[in-house]
């Protein structure tokens, strides 16, 4: 889980570099330096509930780190769906570059998509505001990657990262 944060930390890093509005580029270094250091803790945790053993007190502190990690990432997400929306620069010839760019344009086109056909289907009420029942809630970056199969995944068996994989090649 320590590792699949920093693939996270990753790819909050190459959006934020080519992230076209200064403020969000700064949300989204911040909210990845934030994840990193929440992904080292756990991983110092893990190796040391590893030589202690089973204690309720270090099964605590781990699975409240995890928490803490799956709450980071979820801002990491956020702020990488403002940084697409805002817009991104022209990715480098970096293959893990290229595969985030492909992976935010695809949800780009999933949720501009997605706001076409709602406005087709409009459910608005007498002062034009959308209703909210029966309204499909908008793709995220966090929906896309639950909706990816687990094959495609490409999930590798050692659960430590090597060298050599990029950041969306692991299960997010």
Known sequence: IASDGQVVVKFGNILAKHCLDQ?????LLRAAEHTQSISS???IVARVKAVTGESKASSELLLSN???LIR??????????????KGLGQASADPEEEEVAAFCQQWRKNLTRHRAKEALNSDR????????????????????????PP?????????????GHTAM????
């Not at 094959?151 to 060298?163: D, E, G, L």
């Not at 090649?169 to 997010?172: N, S």
């Open 151 to 163: 094959q495609s995944r490409n999930i590798p068996k050692h659960p430590n990262p090597r060298k």
């Open 72 to 85: 980071a990432v979820q801002h990491v997400l956020r702020a990488a769906e403002a940084a697409c929306v």
């Open 66 to 68: 995890v928490q803490n």
């Open 169 to 172: 090649d692991r299960h997010l």
């Open 23 to 27: 403020r969000c580029s700064m949300a």
């Open 125 to 148: 009420d007498e002062l034009g505001l959308r209703k909210t029942r029966g309204a499909k809630a908008e793709p995220t970056l966090m929906s896309l990657v639950q909706e990816q």
């Open 41 to 43: 803790q756990l991983s």
